[in-house]
């Protein structure tokens, strides 16, 4: 099974509001990262988690907090987005290093 | 600085016919390369990755790719392209710091005649 589950699906969101993407994998791998992804364009990294502790942050900035309270699970809370980081959002988990990397469905983040 | 390139952004064939498309990659060890497949508004699914070993490898759905050092290349073929195909393709090389930094190419958009 290669399966890395994200939710919700959509998610439509003031500049004000807070919120929270979720990315769920039971595979056993290590490591989870988070993509960002706009029209046209290849994804982006925005962080990796390895052994559950934060191992590469590309400076993103601090309205994106990631977070992962458990080695199958992976959050990112959004706060005070600005319109531009509207994109799909891409979670992806691997065993770590060289690993292949295994992405999620992704969430159509809309800010407004 | 590594670096993978899709020489082609946009790729039009008939269904039936077959399909080469172009990764080049910008690397001083081997590198460990991919193939993913994304569908309007869904996620990356790999077809195929290329570690070490035969050249030739064989992916999902009937893709295969072949890894050649003297050109830097790892170009993506199907035989027989169906209408399903269409979709978005990215080449992708993992970095050399062991990271798991994926360095995608900017992809190409594959297009289905019937």
């Known amino acids: 099974d290669t399966e890395v589950t994200q939710t919700p699906k959509h998610l439509v969101m003031g500049m004000t509001n807070k919120k929270s993407l979720k990315c769920e994998q039971h595979?056993?791998?290590?490591?989870m990262y988070w993509y960002k992804q706009k029209a046209k364009k290849p994804p982006e990294l925005m962080f990796v988690y390895s052994y559950e502790k934060l191992s590469i942050n590309e400076s993103v900035p601090s309205r994106f907090s990631p977070e992962c309270p458990n080695s199958s699970l992976l959050n990112l809370h959004l706060h005070a987005l600005q319109p531009e980081d509207s994109a799909l959002y891409l979670c992806a988990s691997s065993q770590g290093g060289s690993d292949t990397q295994y992405f999620g469905p992704g969430t159509r983040l809309t800010v407004l | 600085a590594q670096s993978v390139t899709q020489p082609d952004i946009h790729i039009t064939v008939s269904e039936g016919a077959s399909l080469e498309l172009r990764c080049n990659y910008s690397y001083g060890a081997t590198p460990y390369l991919f193939w993913y497949v994304q569908s309007p508004g869904q996620g990356l699914q790999l077809l195929l990755k290329y570690f070490s070993g035969d050249t030739l490898v064989q992916g999902i759905k009937g893709f295969e790719a072949e890894f050649k050092r003297s050109q830097s290349s790892f170009n993506l073929r199907k035989p027989s392209v169906h209408w399903s195909d269409a979709a978005e393709y990215f080449c992708?090389?993992?970095?050399?710091?062991?990271?798991?930094?994926?360095?995608f190419g900017q992809g190409t958009t594959l297009q289905v005649k019937p």
């Open positions: 992708a090389c993992l970095g050399s710091s062991n990271t798991g930094k994926l360095i």
């Open positions: 595979m056993g791998h290590r490591a």
